[in-house]
């Protein structure tokens, strides 16, 4: 963190002034219900009704009393929620006037201050190549800025042979016990691999992803010359973005990796939220509700039924 970034008070004090108030007038009833899923405790069964999550639908039961049926989940008011981040070296990047790792600094504030309202301790897994830092789940001010100022701090390396998702999901699976409720927060620009491990870890707790990416990661635009540096492995490359093929080119290469993140998604069966470096996170979090209710909206990513 540098010295002209805000510190994680003058970052929570902000979120809460600007963005909690705006939502506490925008979303009714428990934060919570955003992220439940399959990995909290069975409760009841109850008839199908409008809106209702089809992933909860209990086909057993529908099938012998050939009318729909859904679980109802009972959710402990201190499950632990976990905050698996992805701190490797291309989350420092951001073209604009916020960082990856910012605006996920921003999620963990926002979203650790939604669940510690609620009576839910928060706790963390941190990832820049390994996973080396685990922060047991706390319920206080204290301990979120805590956690906070550790992903502000927390050292990437340089460079190195690539992100590995996968370890972290793993490290994930080992270090909780009991069912949580799990919030990966990552670019996934990672080596292949780590879908079977995020749809392991989805079987037990219940998991939703949040993807934070740049507006420049999707798109080129026509700046003129550029150097390019890989952030995972320190590569660059000199381009010319006035050419037309080449952008052409990048945006093949775009679609080609969106297809392959949108299948490894569905193959784990979780949802995944978009967030870019300059969203607004009111509008993000309120695409989350609609995503956790069912609906499928812009920007949100709907697991496999």
Do not use: C
Not at 59 to 85: C, G, I, K, M, S
Not at 145 to 156: E, G, K, S
Request: aromatic residues 6%; proline residues 5%.
């Amino acid at each position: 963190m540098s010295a002209k970034e805000p510190g994680p008070e003058a970052i929570l004090h902000r979120l809460e002034w600007t963005v909690l108030r705006r939502l506490d007038g925008l979303i009714q009833g428990d934060y919570r219900s955003l992220f439940r899923g399959s990995g909290l405790d069975l409760a009841d069964l109850r008839e199908y009704q409008y809106h209702d999550d089809v992933r909860h639908i209990d086909w057993n039961v529908t099938a012998r009393l050939q009318t729909p049926y859904v679980r109802e989940f009972h959710e402990d008011r201190e499950t632990a929620v976990w905050f698996l981040l992805d701190l490797s070296p291309s989350m420092d990047f951001g073209s604009g006037n916020a960082s990856k790792r910012m605006r996920v600094t921003e999620l963990v504030g926002l979203l650790g201050r939604l669940f510690q309202r609620q009576a839910n301790p928060v706790g963390a897994l941190l990832y820049g190549g390994r996973v080396d830092h685990i922060l047991r789940p706390g319920n206080t001010r204290r301990h979120l800025l805590a956690m906070m100022r550790q992903v502000l701090a927390y050292p990437a390396p340089l460079t190195g042979p690539g992100t590995r998702l996968g370890e972290l999901l793993d490290a994930a699976a080992g270090a909780i016990r009991r069912r949580s409720i799990v919030v990966l927060v990552s670019d996934f620009i990672s080596e292949p691999g780590w879908a079977a491990s995020l749809g392991r870890l989805a079987q037990r707790h219940a998991v939703t992803a949040i993807r934070v990416l740049d507006p420049l990661e999707l798109e080129l635009p026509d700046i003129g010359l550029l150097n390019l540096q890989d952030a995972e492995t320190g590569e660059q490359i000199f381009v010319d973005t006035r050419d037309r093929g080449f952008r052409r080119r990048y945006e093949a290469q775009v679609e080609a990796r969106e297809a392959a993140l949108m299948q490894s998604w569905r193959s784990a069966a979780v949802d995944v939220l978009e967030v870019l470096t300059d969203d607004d996170l009111v509008d993000a979090l309120l695409r989350l509700a609609a995503l956790r209710s069912g609906r499928m909206p812009a920007g949100g990513v709907p697991a496999a039924a």
